[in-house]
């Protein structure tokens, strides 16, 4: 049974920080990260990592957020600088494992709010 458990939403002002963090079980993933989704916009991915630490990021949060992994421990972590009212959104924790035919079965946290005021 895999579950993924977020935790660390909240409110922050802007241009401070936040770090999100996410328990996986169930699984040895393939890729790991973290997507967002905003009031009346479509879910977007924010920073994906994999197993062997190669990382991916929207170009928005480039420089801000870090994302990271221990794959001992099955979670992975964004560390969110300099956040901006923009960031403000539902982020939701992510993971896949890549199967033999290419597919990808795919799975999803609950989602934590995370509210930069101005």
């Known amino acids: 049974q895999v579950q993924l458990v977020e935790s660390g939403g909240g409110f922050v002002q802007a241009g401070g920080s936040q770090r999100l963090s996410c328990a996986a079980s169930?699984?040895?993933?393939?890729?790991m990260g973290w997507y967002r989704q905003a009031p009346g916009k479509q879910r977007e991915l924010v920073a994906t990592?994999?197993?062997?630490?190669?990382?991916n990021y929207l170009d928005s949060v480039k420089g801000r957020f870090t994302i990271s992994r221990d794959n001992a421990k099955n979670t992975v972590a964004l560390q969110m600088n300099s956040l901006k009212p923009e960031d403000t959104a539902v982020y939701y924790c992510?993971?896949?494992?890549?199967?033999?035919?290419?597919?990808?079965?795919?799975?999803w946290g609950q989602g934590t709010q995370v509210t930069v005021s101005s």
């Open positions: 992510y993971a896949d494992v890549l199967r033999s035919d290419a597919t990808r079965d795919q799975y």
């Open positions: 169930g699984s040895i993933f393939t890729v």
């Open positions: 990592i994999t197993t062997d630490g190669s990382t």
